[in-house]
């Protein structure tokens, strides 16, 4: 039997008559833009994460950028980020004109490493960016230390973090803003492209409104240049019913992670991820690291198991980002983890069978490094999966 990195059927399942009950509404009145389930979803959102201000926007990306410039990052200033993340963290900077400058990510959890921001820091820096990759909260409150005395606002990129905490305060509202994404397969995901910001700070929160619906609070009275980035009413429909169980399915995902753990403790060459203390992390990826990565995850696709690679290039090693003049050994240990991360099936609905059959196989195949390079090793096509 075969198993998918990641199954939404369930989940669409447990909420599909509720969804089809909130299109027809939607189709009746035909309020496709602003209806109001946006405005429902954006408070609801915000009750959840426990912050003062939702904004429902297009998609993760635009949230990210939106969050930005709410806090003021403009043309030509510094963004701080790690190397170690998905392109889109970095593609939220550059859309702004703004620079993205890249830090190394921690050896035990690979995320960006609060020891490195302060050298990266220059009168130009703008903002920092720690994001919570895996749905593994980053320690935000040591970049604050280092940020707030510079007066350097921190978005946080919570587009893999619903529902998680750090010391029981939620990430996307531990900073001064927080972008984050419901691609369809984040914690909780849109039936399409949908994403939010969220914000304590009300000044940040009338920008990223103003900005995000043409420079308009009043109807063709335009204060600045924006953009087009709304949530459509359709996907705050699919999302309103998705966030209702959200913290079930995230519990789902803790045990998942737990039990993958204990599974995988005894056997050689894979080493587990951990939480970092003061975590409630909500494993929107499971990351395993094996030293023979390509071959392991070559393998894994032929017995019909759906493993992926979160992310193959750090983003220094990118073309998108070769002008940013990096090179390689510039970041080693989001170089190194590149080459060892793998990531599991995990999704709220998998199965204990299912854990077991990935687990079976990873034993089996007994992970250890290879002599020669790891490009030698006969690769098959990558999987398209993305999540
Ligand atoms: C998904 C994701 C984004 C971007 O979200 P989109 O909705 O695809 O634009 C940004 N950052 C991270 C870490 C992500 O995983």
Same mark, same amino acid.
């Given at each position: ?54 904004? +429902?926007?297009?998609? /993760? ?32 900077? !550059? ?8 830090? #190394? ?24 960016? %720690?994001?919570?990759?895996? +749905? ?20 946080? #990129?919570?587009?893999?973090?619903? +529902?998680?905490? @750090? ?22 995901? $849109?039936?399409?492209?949908? /994403? ?12 990223? @409104? ?21 949530? #459509? ?10 966030? $209702?169980?959200? $913290?079930?399915?995230?519990?789902? @995902? ?36 094996? %030293? ?11 017995? /019909? ?13 990118? @073309?998108?980002?070769?002008?940013? +003049?990096?090179?390689? /050994? #510039?970041?080693?240990? !989001? ?42 090793? $006969? ?9």
């Amino acid at each position: 039997m075969s198993i998918p990195l990641v199954d939404l059927a369930a989940q669409h399942a447990e909420v599909a008559e509720e969804i089809e009950a909130g299109l027809a509404d939607v189709f009746a009145t035909t309020a496709f833009i602003g209806g109001k389930a946006v405005g429902e979803f954006e408070l609801a959102y915000a009750d959840f994460t426990q912050v003062s201000h939702c904004i +429902g926007v297009a998609n /993760g990306t635009d949230a990210l950028e939106l969050a930005l410039r709410g806090v003021g990052v403009q043309a030509g200033g510094e963004v701080i980020l790690p190397a170690n993340t998905f392109i889109a963290t970095a593609e939220a900077v !550059s859309r702004i004109g703004a620079i993205p400058v890249l830090v #190394d990510v921690d050896p035990d959890y690979l995320l960006i490493d609060p020891n490195l921001v302060a050298a990266a820091i220059t009168k130009r820096t703008q903002a920092i960016v %720690p994001v919570h990759l895996f +749905g593994q909260v980053a320690p935000v409150e040591k970049i604050i230390e280092i940020a707030a005395p510079l007066g350097i606002p921190v978005v946080e #990129d919570a587009a893999q973090s619903q +529902g998680a905490t @750090r010391f029981g305060r939620f990430a996307g509202g531990l900073g001064d803003a927080a972008g984050t994404s419901f691609y369809p397969g984040k914690n909780l995901g $849109a039936a399409g492209d949908a /994403g939010a910001v969220t914000t304590n700070r009300a000044d940040v929160a009338e920008r990223v @409104r103003l900005i995000g619906a043409h420079g308009s609070a009043k109807k063709y009275v335009h204060d600045v240049v924006g953009f087009n980035s709304r949530l #459509d009413t359709v996907q705050a429909v699919v999302l309103k019913a998705k966030l $209702a169980r959200l $913290a079930g399915w995230n519990e789902l @995902r803790r045990a998942a992670a737990a039990r993958y753990t204990e599974l995988l403790a005894d056997v050689p060459g894979v080493r587990t991820p951990n939480s970092m203390p003061g975590n409630n992390d909500v494993w929107h990826l499971y990351v395993v690291r094996v %030293p023979n990565r390509d071959a392991v995850l070559h393998s894994l696709h032929e017995a /019909g198991i759906g493993a992926g690679i979160h992310y193959p290039y750090p983003l220094h090693l990118t @073309r998108a980002y070769a002008g940013l +003049g990096y090179q390689f /050994g #510039d970041f080693p240990v !989001s170089e190194r983890a590149a080459n060892e991360i793998l990531s599991l099936p995990l999704f709220p609905h998998i199965t204990q069978a299912q854990q077991r059959q990935v687990v079976e196989a990873l034993r089996t195949l007994r992970p250890r490094a290879v002599k020669g390079t790891l490009v030698e090793v $006969a690769l098959g096509p990558l999987s398209q999966v993305s999540i």
